[in-house]
């Protein structure tokens, strides 16, 4: 198996929509499918059931899921060390969820604008880890969305954006002008794996415990919602798509952008790079 056919694999997996996958992937779909179809040959069995409206992983699809994952991790450590034995100028920043977000865009214009000699590496994760690999040191910086346990870390306020609920747009409460918690108690809500930081967990809950199903990405959240109804809360301003609809919530903390690093952390490639996050992220 090729690194890069499993990162292919992974986009499509968290995606749940080759479509959705392959512009992610800065691809066209095609040669994805073909890519994803030559690793179910090799694989000797399928990875994905397929319907007109995405895809969902087979038992034996979710074994590889986490085994890729694994792997990848371990090759983008690998890298980060050669190149610092080589004496390359490298920052390897963590990316939360959506990477759609215009502040992102703008960060990177203007940090290649200020620091073109720099080698950036990119680790796009799920929402299990709101460090994004930061405690594990698999990156020197997050951006990222708090609250979670800021334990021996250094947070840098970006932004703060408003949070609404997603429903379907066909839900009775989605023709509301803004909820309340209050009014969603008896919903299921999705819930986090085991493990996952308290704080964070708490939050997307509504600082509740929920009952529901878990999910690991955005676009498992998203598919949640379609498919059982399922309550989740995202940031207002998020493109969905036509089949949901989001309604500002009148009682909820708003969701805070937030970049991060170790404390102590002497790297001096992380003191510019936060400078420009924070003009880039302000509103």
């Known amino acids: 198996m090729e690194l890069r056919t499993l990162r292919y694999f992974v986009a499509v997996a968290e995606e749940l929509h080759f479509g959705r996958a392959a ?7 095609p040669p994805l ?11 000797g069995a399928p990875l994905f059931v397929r319907s007109p409206a995405g895809v969902t992983l087979t038992p034996v ?11 990848l991790d371990h090759a983008d450590r690998v890298r980060t060390r050669v190149s610092a034995a ?4 490298t920052l390897t920043i963590g990316i939360l969820g959506d990477g759609t977000d215009p502040g992102v865009a703008r960060m990177a214009a203007a940090y290649r604008r200020h620091h073109p000699g720099i080698d950036i590496r990119v680790r796009d994760t799920d929402l299990t880890d709101p460090t994004c690999g930061l405690r ?5 910086v997050a951006l990222t969305r708090a609250p979670f346990d800021e334990t021996a870390l250094t947070v840098r306020a970006l932004r703060a954006d408003p949070v609404g609920v997603v429903l379907r747009a066909d839900d009775p409460l989605a023709r509301r002008d803004g909820l309340r918690l209050a009014e969603l108690t008896d919903r299921r809500w999705f819930r986090f794996p085991q493990g996952t930081d308290s704080l964070w967990q708490s939050y997307w809950n509504g600082g509740t415990p929920r009952e529901g199903p878990v999910v690991r990405a955005v676009q498992e959240c998203l598919q949640a ?11 207002l301003g998020h493109d969905l798509p036509a089949e949901l609809t989001v309604v500002p919530l009148l009682d909820m ?5 937030v970049a991060v690093w170790s404390e102590g952390d002497t790297n001096p490639l992380i003191r510019p790079f936060i400078d420009i996050a924070t003009t880039a992220y302000r509103p």
């Open 86 to 89: 080589a004496g390359v100028a």
């Open 225 to 235: 919602v379609l498919w059982n109804s399922t309550v989740g809360l995202a940031p």
């Open 253 to 257: 903390p708003p969701s805070r952008v």
């Open 33 to 43: 499918s073909r890519a994803i179809k030559g690793l179910e040959s090799d694989v």
């Open 61 to 71: 699809g979710t074994v590889l899921l986490d085994e890729a994952r694994a792997l």
């Open 136 to 140: 594990a040191g698999q990156v020197d």
């Open 23 to 29: 512009t992610r992937l800065h691809m066209s779909q």
